[in-house]
Every structure is written in structure tokens, then in C-alpha cells.
Nanobody, 121 residues
Framework: QVQLVESGGGLVQAGGSLGLSCAASGSIFSIYAMGWYRQAPGKQRELVARIPSGGSSNYADSVKGRFTISRDNAKNTAYMQMNSLKPEDTAVYYC???????????????WGQGTQVTVSS
């Protein structure tokens, strides 16, 4: 079984910063792309940032220049540093990873449990 555990959400004032992390554990052969999504009340879940196993990361236009996604492959962990936070960044943030659990298995998508980020004005 693969489990993604997120940490780092919380309450911050507008203009502040928060860091999120997402650690994958369990039977893991290889992790491909890692990403962060968010879902605000009454809205659909949306992609915030995604980092492939090789190549450039991509970001939602609304967070470019403020959020930075990174990964530590040795720790099977994805990170996202969020700076200059705005009230509209308030949402539940979910990590998402494409993982192959053994050499012969297909790649499956796994999700974290979500962590609340609240930005006050």
C-alpha cells in the first residue's frame, strides 16, 4: 500500500508564507510526476503546480512567481513553498503523485488526505 502524508497547512495573514510537504511511503518502485492541487469551497479542484521526474515544472497562472514546487527523490517527498499568499489562495491543498509500486506494475495516481490553507485579509 502507498500512502501520501501531507503537512504544513495552517492560517496565515495575506502577504505571508507557508510551506507544504507530501511524503510518500509504502511499496514504491518509482515516482514520476508530483503535483499539488487545491479545492476552494464551492469550486472544482484545480492544478496548482506539477513537477515531473525530469524537466521543467509548471504552475497555474494564478500562482506563478509566488509558489515554488520542488522534490526530494531520496525522501520520496514533494514540497511547495507558498509566498505572498492572498485570501484567494484559501483552499484545501492535495498532493498527487504518479507511482509505480513494482517494475511490472502500471503507474497509478495517488492522493494525499488534504491540508487546509487559510489566508486572512
Amino acid at each position: 500500500q502507498v500512502q501520501l502524508v501531507e503537512s504544513g497547512g495552517g492560517l496565515v495573514q495575506a502577504g505571508g508564507s507557508l510551506g507544504l510537504s507530501c511524503a510518500a511511503s509504502g511499496s514504491i518502485f518509482s515516482i514520476y510526476a508530483m503535483g499539488w492541487y487545491r479545492q476552494a469551497p464551492g469550486k472544482q479542484r484545480e492544478l496548482v503546480a506539477r513537477i515531473p521526474s525530469g524537466g521543467s515544472s509548471n504552475y497555474a497562472d494564478s500562482v506563478k512567481g509566488r509558489f515554488t514546487i520542488s522534490r526530494d527523490n531520496a525522501k520520496n517527498t514533494a514540497y511547495m513553498q507558498m509566498n505572498s499568499l492572498k485570501p484567494e489562495d484559501t483552499a484545501v491543498y492535495y498532493c498527487n503523485e504518479d507511482i509505480r509500486v513494482r517494475r511490472s506494475a502500471r503507474v497509478n495516481v495517488y492522493w494525499g488526505q488534504g491540508t487546509q490553507v487559510t489566508v486572512s485579509s
